[in-house]
């Protein structure tokens, strides 16, 4: 099964709303990393937190991470239409001292003008 | 800094044709990952490789697949004698270190086997 997993697997609310996402893993990890999908589209970079850290922010965007609960959550605040887009969590498996992530399903979120 | 770059972004081929993958990664990083997505799926690992070294080729099929990063040029993720289920997008990364780091991605190359 996924590493990562996240949940909702789909979400739609108002332009506005807040938006959050949950993601959660099954093994040890170094790294937790956000990543933004557009339809189509390649993956944009949004947030990496590291194993030490609990919570993270960067604009609209706060992460948090529990390690004790195998858990990390994205929140999207004041969302916008633009935002609409599939968001994936990856932790990363370290391999021979090289890090390969791992991808959960991914929470398709819609934001509705 | 130009991101890393991905071509062709869309690729069609029949049913036994060869399908030839190109990935230059961001200036200055020297370790490169390959990805595919299947449609409404996250991502799956294929290969990592490093300058002329294929370091991790755990998610590549045993057969049909080869993945190459020369010293000079890009990277190449080849497939052999494609069949409809190789249909998918296929995403390269790069990072300027093997952990600890961000992976930077292409805009992948979507494969449709005809």
């Known amino acids: 099964s996924q590493q990562g997993e996240e949940d909702p697997q789909a979400l739609s609310i108002q332009e506005g709303e807040n938006a959050t996402m949950n993601c959660s893993y099954k093994?040890?990890?170094?790294?937790l990393q956000w990543y933004r999908q557009n339809s189509g589209r390649g993956l944009v970079h949004l947030i990496l937190?590291?194993?030490?850290?609990r919570e993270k922010h960067s604009g609209r965007l706060r992460v948090t991470l529990d390690t004790s609960k195998k858990s990390s959550s994205l929140l999207i605040t004041a969302s916008r239409a633009a935002d609409t887009a599939s968001y994936f969590c990856a932790t990363d498996l370290i391999i021979q001292g090289a890090q390969k992530l791992v991808f959960g399903q991914g929470t398709r979120l819609t934001i509705n003008p | 800094n130009a991101g890393v770059m991905q071509n062709p972004r869309h690729l069609v081929r029949r049913r036994g044709q060869e399908a030839r993958l190109r990935c230059s990664p961001m200036k200055g990083h020297s370790h490169v990952y390959w990805y595919r997505q299947l449609p409404e799926e996250g991502l799956k690992f294929m290969v990592y490789l490093q300058k002329e070294n294929i370091i991790d080729e755990s998610g590549m099929p045993k057969e049909r697949f080869s993945a190459e990063f020369p010293k000079e040029g890009p990277s190449i993720l080849r497939i052999q004698q494609v069949v409809r289920g190789d249909s998918a997008a296929y995403f390269c990364a790069s990072s300027p270190a093997p952990q600890g780091v961000t992976q930077y991605f292409g805009p992948g190359t979507r494969l449709l086997v005809l």
């Open positions: 093994t040890s990890i170094n790294n």
């Open positions: 937190i590291r194993s030490n850290e």
